[in-house]
Each structure stands twice: as structure tokens, then as C-alpha cells.
């Protein structure tokens, strides 16, 4: 048996074949109920109302305490630390030494030399890493997702967002909330509890995310839904909320650029073969034996404006290089919203075993972890990758997040999302099948046009 990530790639004899041949599931379910009256009715009141998530299940936590809590930020993080204040967020960004993207996580500064990582486990495990072996002086706490634990979480997490949050919020403190910066935080007494709330909105509508001790969770959760009562707010379960990128436009699954490379070697001998991203698995139409292939530039994905060349960090040298060489626009990431017709063609196929197209689960219609899907133009060359697939119901289609050549970035272009994988796996989500072509709109990203203007200015 492999110890580490390393030995179980040179098992399997790459690291494109580890990951490709992987039976781990697209998505793992976690304790919140996947449906609390139905997911099209949950996705159209967060658009329409006011709705509470449940965020305390599917993430992993990493609580940094220490003299050089922020020295490990800054060492590893491409965007500016210089302002952070006490009671705020910022969207942590990290690479590798070739300037290819690790992922993105949510960093809280709880107190002076107090952090909090959240998000899916790559950047949580990059950090830990780098944490470990790096010699700073700082204490960990590690939570992971509900499914790699047993226990309760260390931490709730629930969010009222919509339209019609701040009517609960106001019912649930008994007056009018505080008036606070998007991704800045403050401090609520609900149910006699002290919580901790950052103004941020998942699916780009204003809203408070809560967090507190899991303690705490039932009695604060029973006050949210007390206060949602008289504003008909709704309970969003966990197969709508995976459908509210879609919407917002940001890209939840990026291949973590570890797999491969020397400067990550170091990494891949410190993960032990039984984590998260050790048993994770990569499909979709796009296919390449080169697993740098998935790979990604921040630039690739829109996180160019957070790229500050105001500190030395893991990659800085290599993201200079892409400014100089005028790389940072060859890609754009964009929302395609697939022609009805093609879909419902595909809908029609799948019904024909060993003919028909992949089945497309909805709402989110992923085969595997990491789902890369092949944008083609419509003369069938490459254009680029489509990475996270599903159904709005406020958008009454099928819609992917994607990163495309620029040159056929620009909104209303039609491109093709091929659907189903060209080399069979041995992945047990995917049955006997032929590719489907299907037509695709490009539009931007975020596609909703509150959630790329205004919403991140005070509600």
C-alpha cells in the first residue's frame, strides 16, 4: 500500500491515470437534507427572497494561531495582505513555483494572530503543508468535511442571503443590522450566543454568513429559522446549494496543480495516500495523458485583479513572467448556457444503452470530482475546458462555468460542450455511452448582472 500521494501516482504509473481511473464519487453527500421542498424552488428563492444555508458539512476548516500566522499567509498567498483587518475576509489565492494555480480558499482574521481557512481541501492541505515544514511559529487546528470525519464539526456555518435577508436579519437582532463592508465582519448576540458574521453573498445576493462554535449550533439555528418565519424564508438543501456558482460565476474545482512537477514533489511525499486529494477522481469529455493539461493560471480564471506583486510569494517569479510575455489574457473564463434543444436531444439519447449520450444528473451534473468537459468552436477545434455543469432554474437551462480562448470569449458566440468521455473508464458513474455535441452561448461570468456589479458594494 502507498504511504503518500507520490507512491500511489507511481502506482498507477501517472498521475492523469490515478485520478481518471478513480471510483471516488463526484460529490459526496454530507449530513444537510438534500431537499427541503425542491431544488428548483430553492434555487428561484434566493433570487426572489430569502434563504439560509447550511455551510457547516462540506468544507474543511484550518485554524492558524501564531507569531507567523501571517508571514505563512503572505508567503503563500498571490494577493495582498497589507490590509486586513481584524473581523474581515479575503479570498485566498495560491500557486505553485510555475505560476499554476493550487485553488482558492476564504480567510478569516479572527483576532491579530488568529486565521481561519476555509474551503475544499487543496489550499487547506497547501497551507498545513507549508505550515509543517516550513518552520513557522504557529499552532493548527485541522477540521475536515463531514464525510472524511466521524464527529461533529468543530464549527457551525449558516447563511441567510437573498433579496429578503436583511428583513430576517433585522427580525432576528430586533433592529436594523450594522452597516458593514462586503467581506468584513462583526459580532451578533442570536439565541444568547456570541456569533461571528461576515457580509458576503454565496450566489452573488447580499446576506451574513454565521459562524460559531458547534455548541452552539441548534440553538442559533432554531433562532434563524424563528426570524425567517414571517419572511416565508426558505431552507436551501445541499443539492441546490452546489448549483449557486453557476450563477455567481466562480469556479469551484480547478485541478489543484500538486500532480505533478518537481517544486510540488516535496508536497506529494508529505500527503499521506488516505487524504482527500489523494483518492479524488478526474473524467469528462476533455482528455489528455498530460496532466499538466488541467492545469490553470490565476489569470486563466479571472483572479488576475488579485495577483499583487506587493510581497514575495510561492510563484511570484513565474506570474512576472506570464505579465511579460503577455500570457494573462490568452484565456477567459465565462458562463455557457447550453441550447435547450441539444440538451433535451441528449435528454432523449440516454434512454438508448450503449448508443446514447451520458446520463445528465441534474442539478449539478458532474461524473467526477474534477469534471473537465471540451469546449470546441464550431469547426470543432479545441477552444477550451468547461469545468463546472448544471441546471438554474432561475435561468431555465442548462449552464456551465468554462475557461475559453479569448478570441471566442466575447458574449452571445456559440461554441460546442462536448458531453461524455472519449476513452471509457473504469469510474463506476460512467455507463456504456457515446459523446453528445452540444450548442452553448458564451456569456459572462458571473452570467447574473447584480452579482458582477453591485453586490459586493454595502446592502
Same mark, same amino acid.
Given at each position: ?5 507520490? %507512491?500511489? $501516482?507511481? &502506482? ?8 481518471? #481511473?478513480? =471510483?471516488?464519487?463526484? *460529490?459526496?453527500? @454530507? ?68 505560476? %499554476?494555480? $493550487?485553488? &482558492? ?8 494572530? #488568529?486565521? =481561519?481557512?476555509?474551503? *475544499?481541501?487543496? @489550499? ?64 451578533f448576540t442570536i439565541a444568547g450566543k ?252 458571473p452570467i447574473d448582472a447584480h452579482a ?8
Amino acid at each position: 500500500m502507498a504511504a503518500n500521494l507520490e %507512491q500511489k $501516482i507511481a &502506482d498507477a504509473g501517472s498521475a492523469q491515470t490515478m485520478l481518471w #481511473e478513480s =471510483q471516488s464519487p463526484p *460529490i459526496v453527500s @454530507t449530513p444537510v437534507t438534500p431537499e427541503f421542498t425542491n431544488w428548483r424552488d430553492e434555487q428561484l428563492a434566493w433570487r426572489s427572497n430569502a434563504v439560509l444555508y447550511d455551510q457547516s458539512h462540506h468544507l474543511a476548516d484550518l485554524n492558524i494561531r501564531g507569531k507567523d500566522a501571517l508571514k505563512l499567509i503572505r508567503d503563500t498567498a498571490i494577493n495582498s495582505v497589507e490590509y486586513f483587518p481584524v473581523n474581515a475576509a479575503k479570498q485566498y489565492v495560491a500557486v505553485n513555483d510555475e505560476g %499554476q494555480l $493550487i485553488g &482558492d480558499n476564504i480567510l478569516f482574521r479572527y483576532e491579530e494572530d #488568529e486565521f =481561519q481557512a476555509v474551503g *475544499i481541501p487543496p @489550499t487547506i492541505n497547501w497551507l498545513q503543508y507549508h505550515a509543517e515544514t516550513g518552520g513557522y511559529d504557529v499552532e493548527l487546528v485541522r477540521d475536515n468535511p463531514s464525510y472524511a470525519r466521524k464527529g461533529n464539526p468543530l464549527c457551525y456555518r449558516y447563511e441567510i442571503q437573498g433579496p429578503g435577508a436583511f428583513n430576517v436579519i433585522r427580525e432576528l437582532i430586533g433592529g436594523e443590522p450594522p452597516d458593514v463592508k462586503f467581506f468584513h465582519g462583526t459580532r451578533f448576540t442570536i439565541a444568547g450566543k456570541m456569533v461571528r458574521a461576515l457580509r458576503h453573498g454565496m450566489a452573488g445576493e447580499p446576506g451574513f454568513e454565521f459562524v460559531g462554535p458547534w455548541a452552539d449550533h441548534e440553538g442559533v439555528r432554531a433562532a434563524l429559522l424563528e426570524a425567517g418565519k414571517k419572511h416565508n424564508m426558505i431552507q436551501v438543501g445541499g443539492r441546490a446549494y452546489l448549483t449557486n456558482s453557476l450563477e455567481s460565476g466562480w469556479l469551484p474545482r480547478p485541478l489543484p496543480a500538486f500532480y505533478s512537477g518537481k517544486s510540488t514533489a516535496g508536497f506529494r511525499k508529505w500527503l499521506s495516500a488516505d487524504e482527500i486529494d489523494a483518492n479524488v477522481s478526474l473524467g469528462g469529455s476533455f482528455f489528455s495523458e498530460n496532466i499538466e493539461d488541467y492545469y490553470f493560471s490565476p489569470y486563466d480564471v479571472g483572479y488576475g485583479k488579485i495577483v499583487k506583486f506587493d510581497h514575495d510569494f510561492i510563484g511570484r517569479k513565474a506570474l512576472e513572467a506570464q505579465v511579460a510575455d503577455g500570457q494573462t489574457t490568452a484565456n477567459r473564463k465565462v458562463t455557457l448556457q447550453w441550447n435547450g434543444d441539444d440538451v433535451a436531444k441528449a435528454w432523449a439519447s440516454m434512454y438508448q444503452p450503449g448508443v446514447g449520450a451520458k446520463f445528465i444528473n441534474l442539478p449539478i451534473a458532474h461524473y467526477a470530482t474534477y469534471h473537465y468537459d471540451r469546449v470546441e468552436a464550431p469547426n470543432g477545434s479545441l477552444a477550451g475546458r468547461s469545468l463546472h455543469t448544471g441546471y438554474s432554474a432561475n435561468y431555465r437551462s442548462m449552464m456551465s462555468i468554462a475557461v475559453v480562448d479569448a478570441a471566442v470569449a466575447e458574449p452571445g458566440t456559440e461554441l460546442v460542450v462536448v458531453w461524455g468521455e472519449p476513452k471509457p473508464s473504469s469510474k463506476v458513474q460512467v455507463e456504456d455511452h457515446v459523446q453528445f455535441k452540444i450548442r452553448a452561448t458564451v456569456h459572462p461570468a458571473p452570467i447574473d448582472a447584480h452579482a458582477r456589479t453591485s453586490y459586493r458594494k454595502n446592502a
